[in-house]
């Protein structure tokens, strides 16, 4: 008995696993087939595609289009729309023959370029139909060019006044980007002076603006050993104060600089300040200018008294 149960259960086994290659092949195509009918079928599939200005006119820029990308719906065989890429599609604004102002654009399908080969086509505008977009004049600024320091140099050693050759920029951009720019500046490696030195280095302009003519600035730079200053007489400022007003004694400090002869010389008067939050002494705070060092303040502390306890 237990024989013909072994026998029928080994027979069942042959003729569900016989074969298995061939079984395992017509799954294969029957899945292939299955897949090759499904994608044959018409589908759709939406995407987020960039929207962009074509036909700018001569002297006029553009800030980016509110907003900057649309969402399409496009239609095609399945097979095909599993192939697409959102970088294949564009959606163009064209501002051929506009003046500076603000308009409003309404997107239809036909906006809506693909430059892929599959044979698919956008059927609408989902979302993000209408877009404004901002057009400005372009002008010429001229700024200053300021130099920016990296490194620091040699012990003991101070950097002097720099000469910059141009002293002056020409950019060229939108009135509202220019509107801001007050100042473009070059970067100066000092890591390490110990003596006068100068450098060919680029005017860096900011994103979006055009760089006029020469694109370099010749930076020579003094360099020389600490010298010092002494100032007195530096008023001492009360800044920050809560309770009203203060009575500050000694009103008034003297501050010893250290830095290059040149910038010493051309140093103007410095700022010295406290920030009371009620009666006591309190240390002074000189600003400095730039690449000056302040090595000594006499006294270092004054007293602040509110103006009512004085009396």
């Given at each position: ?26 799954l ?77 654009f ?40 300021n ?10 050693y ?28 070059v ?22 603006i ?26 001492v ?14 009103a ?24 009371p ?21 006499t ?11 004085a009396?």
């Amino acid at each position: 008995m237990a024989r013909r149960v072994e026998m029928k259960l080994r027979g069942r086994l042959r003729r569900l696993f016989g074969n298995l290659g061939l079984k395992l092949l017509a799954l294969v195509l029957a899945i292939l087939f299955w897949f090759f009918i499904a994608t044959g079928r018409e589908a759709y599939r939406e995407l987020d595609v960039p929207v962009e200005l074509e036909g700018l006119p001569e002297g006029i820029d553009d800030n980016a289009p509110e907003p900057e990308n649309a969402r399409i719906r496009v239609a095609g065989k399945g097979r095909d729309l599993f192939g697409l890429r959102p970088s294949d599609f564009r959606a163009v604004i064209n501002v051929r023959g506009k003046d500076a102002g603000a308009y409003t654009f309404e997107l239809t399908p036909s906006d809506v370029i693909y430059s892929g080969g599959l044979d698919v086509s956008v059927e609408a505008i989902l979302s993000q139909k209408t877009v404004i977009v901002k057009l400005e004049r372009r002008i010429a600024k001229g700024v200053p060019v300021n130099v920016d320091f990296s490194g620091s140099p040699a012990a003991g050693y101070y950097l002097g006044l720099p000469e910059i050759e141009p002293s002056k920029a020409t950019l060229y951009g939108s009135v509202t980007v220019l509107d801001k720019v007050r100042a473009v500046s070059v970067v100066v490696d000092a890591e390490g002076r110990d003596a006068p030195f100068a450098a060919e280095v680029p005017i860096r302009a900011p994103a979006g603006i055009t760089l006029v003519g020469a694109d370099e600035a010749r930076v020579t730079v003094p360099v020389g050993r600490g010298e010092r200053r002494s100032l007195s007489g530096v008023e001492v400022a009360v800044r920050g104060a809560k309770g009203g007003a203060y009575k500050v004694t000694p009103a008034e400090v003297s501050v010893t600089l250290e830095g290059e002869a040149g910038r010493l010389e051309a140093a103007g008067p410095v700022a010295a300040a406290i920030f009371p939050r009620g009666p006591g002494r309190y240390l002074v705070r000189v600003e400095a200018p730039d690449y000056v060092k302040v090595v000594a303040v006499t006294p270092r502390e004054v007293e602040a008294t509110p103006v009512a306890a004085a009396k």
